[in-house]
């Protein structure tokens, strides 16, 4: 017998069971931005507000979104969001809210903020978990009636419960109870949870500023515990053009993910298999691509074994194709994102620069840049960053974001922006926006994006050509200065240079004498020299 | 009609639909650690051996695990791990390989190096989207036969999908083939992935070192792509402690899982379900808490309402419990440590400290700090860091690691050690240790522990302790230099001191002579002061 066996053991097998995603979620929630009470409810609020800004957009609705917060017992808040977008249908409110991995964007190629249909249901679980509460919810569609629903997670098995299903009169008592808008369709949610509602960088009001800034279009409204009520107006009725769906593009696809794809389709042989389900695809480079493998353009594709789509996987490669199209993609723009930025900062000086898109790993993105200098903004040594991912603010692990090394890698003391270490200082905000189908997050949390080269490289050029920008206006507002303390300094001196002039003036040398004045003025001259 | 409302719009239900935990995994396979080839297939390597030296622990068996790798085309590799564990039952291998959230360690509160049931079936997945490839399992229980499955994953169902199934012969070619080694019970996984193998600090063969270094019990062997093959000697027979499993402690317990706790127990009264459901509950105990929430300590668990269980979890912290046991808890202990360290560092001193256990959110803990200084590790300036959870080396996000917080934390430079900034200098080896029924990662991939508040402070104490153990040592050390420079310096000034010492010979003054010389060799005496 090996070494150190003892008699009688066991099969591994007996403990081994299933985990519910929930379950599992639950244990490690810290993963998804419930740390801890103060945390916790920036998420709830940020899971739900995506999703109302996304609803909206989707369907082409300028977002109107209220957060309303209570406290109503020690570290325990009742939160609620509404917003007037196209409401959800009745047999899809259980799962949307009660059910982990459950959602409409995931296995879509298109910029949302929402990606992985787990956010809001977190959000219900975390609830349920620190209150024991359900949630609920009410969502209307135009013309349709309002439904209720009051709903749990049954963790164990990550499924919906549903305590109460009814339809409610929106004039009724409650519906829209003690509230003082109404929207004739949208969705409102209203869940409690532990939370401490907080004030400065870590906040919900922070949070909001931030995506007010960034989506300058939407009307966002909070009340706080106290009973403050702060608005963060829209300053602009345009919206942001509406990204389309993309298929996956032939570079930077996976193996595993080709083989299925040959399972699942219905076309009829390998070339239309290949123009159908992938972008960028024509019948020119379909027959190309096969020709490369050497594979057979009219053989049905479940006749295709893995190692032949491997090969036309391989000689894709070597196929000229087109980079993915980047209407999936719906950056802010310039003019909107300075409209954002001078809202909320009131800056003397704002500059911004919307990058072309571009690829990584298959995955078109888009990087959006703008600095915001002097004004309203106070010089508190170090510059302040408000990063965006698809239009959603990251406010936390902000040394692990790409944005932030993209910041360090740009000379900023060559746009005359002094430096301490690599990190510029004065009166300035950075704001960066990668804007992608697919955000590489470093956590399900979504709190900073991943330190890829060609999204840093993106990021860099754009804050180098806002930089230069600013540089260029703090040159000439320096120059302008210098101006401003000589015309000074002549005019202390004027006594002094005022025989010089008249002398000149008496000879009726007018304009030898305005030249004088203006040489004074603009040069390095001394009017002592005069 | 509000603002911006299309008309024709349809309900956001049609897109919906649920994302299997595999699909979702698939895709967002960085936050498992396989964000590029050189990385996953380290962590490939973790996750198998991770689950063979937790199975062998659980049965008593002294580890033994063989790792070969060969390159089998430009970038993938062929990966086998092989234990000699207690073995799976048939019914399990396909769950265990070929499917995401199943395991036998989430649903219990007891240290292992698998906590989430992901790791291993996450590798497989790996394999199948970047090679195309199912994995091979051969496992074998003591006097049973060997079966051996190729599986691979539904990924859109999350379900194992068997390709073989069958019993082979231990003696047949195909067990264990070309292999020189041969087990009668255990487990062998191969599968073929992308992978780059280098060598470095990111690479298989530093993290099967520093899994030596921990884990001394067990023998490891490597074999590189090129033949090379390296061993990690057994330098102990000796197993830690099994840990077992505990309950959880009403003091850190979410409301949510009480109430799901009560929804379940078959307990008939409040009071023994407190005590049967919980640790350090006895009678006395629970009849306390029942009293200080004002409900009868007989009623029946399942007529407790939510605010009546939150009011028991209230009273709760009222009464004064014993933190929980901490035998849930396997620290390898001071002297298996100081010989991991010994054996592959072989530094001229080591310090191992293993803290008393303590509790964290509920959740026990415990600390083990080991200092290597001097002979062959070469000072490279900075120290190294070997970081472990449960035993399980860390490579990867190290800034973000509490781990790392708390060596910067701690004043060296009292200890005799330089400092650059608040990290050490020096010939220095600094291994932590945290060993918890749940560690709390800062991501799937189990890279980096949080940063808590509690577990910094054990660490910091624990560093302290050693460190000024090391800082005495190198004070002696320093002080047995300068003498031996003395003793130098004295030899060398022999000639002038020789008359004066020759004069206290003369009067046969021996004593006086050598009192006379070892303060010379002690204080701060000048030889020429003779």
């Known amino acids: 017998m090996p070494n150190g066996v003892e008699e009688g053991m066991e099969a591994e097998g007996g403990d081994h069971r299933e985990i519910s995603v929930a379950e599992f979620f639950e244990k490690n929630k810290h993963l998804l931005g419930f740390e801890n009470a103060q945390k916790s409810i920036i998420t709830v609020v940020k899971e739900a507000v995506d999703n109302s800004l996304d609803a909206c957009e989707q369907d082409d609705i300028l977002p109107e979104v209220h957060v309303i917060i209570d406290e109503y017992d020690d570290e325990k808040c009742r939160v609620e969001i509404r917003d007037n977008a196209i409401g959800l249908d009745r047999e899809t409110i259980p799962k949307v809210f009660g059910k982990l991995l459950y959602g409409s964007k995931f296995h879509k190629l298109q910029q949302s903020r929402g990606q992985q249909g787990i956010g809001i249901s977190a959000s219900a679980m975390y609830a349920q978990l620190t209150t024991g509460e359900p949630v609920t919810v009410y969502s209307k569609q135009e013309g349709e009636p309002c439904h209720k629903f009051v709903v749990r997670i049954d963790t164990e098995k990550n499924e919906p419960e549903i305590l109460e299903d009814e339809i409610i009169e929106p004039e009724s008592d409650e519906f829209p109870g003690d509230k003082d808008y109404f929207f004739d369709h949208g969705t409102t949610i209203e869940m409690n949870i532990e939370a401490k509602y907080t004030r400065g960088h870590h906040s919900v009001r922070n949070y909001l500023k931030h995506t007010a800034i960034m989506n300058p279009y939407a009307r966002v409204v909070l009340k706080e515990p106290d009973g403050n009520k702060i608005e963060y107006p829209r300053v602009s009725k345009e919206l942001p ?20 794809m040959v399972d699942n389709s219905n076309a009829r042989t390998v070339s239309s298999f290949l123009q159908k389900e992938f972008t960028r695809v024509g019948r020119t480079s ?14 049905r594709p479940n006749t295709l074994d893995k190692d032949e789509v491997e090969d036309l996987l391989k000689a894709a490669e070597n196929v000229k194709l087109q980079s993915p199209p980047t209407d999936c993609l719906s950056p802010i723009g310039e003019d909107l994102m300075e409209k954002g930025l001078t809202k909320e900062l009131n800056p003397e000086f704002t500059e911004t620069i919307t990058r072309k898109p571009t690829v990584y790993k298959g995955n078109p993105f888009q990087v959006e840049v703008g600095l915001a200098w002097g004004g309203d903004i106070e010089d508190e040594g170090s510059f302040e960053e408000l990063r965006y991912a698809n239009k959603v603010p990251l406010l936390y692990k902000k040394s692990a974001c790409v944005t932030t090394k993209a910041i360090e890698n740009v000379s900023w003391n060559r746009y005359n922006i002094s430096q301490t270490g690599n990190r510029p ?57 210098i101006q401003e303390k000589k015309k000074r300094q002549l005019t202390s001196y004027a006594k002094e240079m005022a025989p010089a002039i008249a002398a000149l003036a008496d000879e009726g040398n007018e304009a030898e004498m305005e030249d004088k004045i203006q040489q004074l003025v603009q040069n390095d001259y001394n009017p002592e020299q005069l």
């Not at 379909?286 to 053989?299: P, T």
């Not at 806002?466 to 000439?476: F, N, P, S």
């Open 241 to 260: 053009e509406k990204p389309k769906e993309i298929k996956p593009h032939l570079h930077g696809v996976e193996l595993g993910v080709v083989l299925r």
């Open 286 to 299: 379909a027959e190309q691509v096969c020709e490369e493998a050497e594979i057979e353009s009219g053989r």
């Open 425 to 481: 200082q004065g009166p300035l905000y950075i704001s960066i926006h990668i804007a992608s189908v697919w955000v590489p997050f470093t956590s399900e949390g979504k709190e900073a994006v991943a330190n890829y080269d060609p999204i840093r490289k993106e990021m860099k050029l754009a804050l180098q050509e806002a930089g230069r920008k600013l540089g260029k206006y703090l040159k000439r507002k320096e120059r302008r200065e």
